[in-house]
């Protein structure tokens, strides 16, 4: 089946899920990702490769780092970049997705930079969109947020090197977390022999095992002896009906304590994609603590989406 996000010579084109992206591609964005750490450690914080590029941050859903470190990212590259939180304005007005689009290509963009509470919604506008204009997913529903998964990757890669060693395991709400589901296809097509979900059942697509991964419903033997621990956070606001007998009890058997992260490997490192629930699905004193790397991955996303940007625009 045709990709839709590479085009005929089989580079990138749009990124709207990292399934189906051959793992050189992958590898390639991780890359070049690191010469822009480089960039953003020096005084001048710019490099001119996207000058005179209009790109546009369409988020019909709420967000702060992925909006803000997209926006950072585009400025660093030197683009034009406009905001647009168009929550339910223009829709409440009765405009289609694509009639919104539409008027903004008039506009002259060269790429759009899409979160959208619907799954698909990125892939509709590839679809729609002239061949000259780029489409980044950053985040649809419950099914990707590919940049999400590769900062993710990059992180892991600086601290842990070798992907091909390592035991990683996802703990949370795996169910509505377009971030788990990103961030299992980029560990597989990476290399990463084992990969563990920890969840309640409740919480779990079904048979999610399909998708390469180990399922733990206890977290303590989950997390034995694991180089990288992802936290998810509960998304309560995707959660129809309950799914869980109450907050406290998550806490107690999903909750990361410190007494918990002494199972992982004495090294291990503790993640998680932010907005973090502090005391319903991490204890402080791991989120801050010396294992965790939840910081780091913020200021990795910027270097990581300008990569994407300067490969699309590439392309
Ligand atoms: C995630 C998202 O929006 O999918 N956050 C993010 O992009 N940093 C995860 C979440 O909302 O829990």
Redesign the pocket.
């Known amino acids: 089946m045709e990709n839709p996000q590479l085009n005929q010579h089989g580079e990138l084109r749009h990124l709207l899920s990292i399934e189906g992206l051959p793992a050189g591609i992958v590898r390639h964005i991780l890359d070049t990702a690191e010469s822009f750490v480089a960039v953003a450690e020096r005084e001048v914080k710019k490099v001119p490769l996207l000058r005179g590029k209009a790109i546009f941050n369409l988020f019909f859903?709420n967000?702060?780092?992925?909006r803000t470190t997209f926006e950072i990212a585009a400025k660093r590259l030197s683009a034009d970049v406009v905001n647009l939180n168009i929550g339910a304005s223009s829709q409440s007005k009765g405009e289609t997705l694509l009639d919104t689009v539409d008027n903004l290509a008039a506009m002259q963009a060269d790429m759009f930079i899409v979160?959208h509470g619907q799954s698909g919604a990125s892939h509709l506008i590839a679809r729609h969109v002239a061949p000259h204009i780029h489409v980044i997913n950053?985040?649809d529903g419950r099914h990707a947020?590919p940049t999400?998964g590769l900062l993710d990757m990059f992180t892991i890669r600086r601290y842990k090197q070798d992907f091909t060693r390592l035991r990683v395991a996802i703990v949370g709400?795996v169910l509505h977390?377009?971030?788990a589901r990103s961030e299992i296809h980029a560990l597989n097509v990476l290399g990463v022999p084992e990969i563990r979900v920890i969840a309640p059942k409740t919480l779990l697509p079904a048979e999610v095992e399909q998708m390469g991964v180990h399922v733990y419903h206890d977290m303590i033997k989950g997390l034995k002896d694991v180089d990288a621990v992802i936290m998810?956070?509960l998304?309560n606001e995707r959660m129809r009906g309950a799914l869980l007998p109450s907050a406290h009890e998550y806490y107690k058997y999903y909750g990361f304590t410190k007494d918990k992260l002494a199972h992982a490997k004495p090294d291990a490192i503790v993640m998680h994609?932010?907005?973090m629930n502090r005391g319903i699905e991490i204890e402080s004193g791991v989120a801050d603590g010396g294992q965790s790397v939840i910081l780091p991955q913020v200021t990795f996303?910027i270097a990581v989406r300008m990569a994407v940007m300067s490969i699309l625009a590439g392309s």
């Open positions: 859903e967000s702060t780092r992925t979160r950053a985040g947020h999400q709400d977390s377009r971030v998810l956070r998304q994609p932010g907005p996303g």
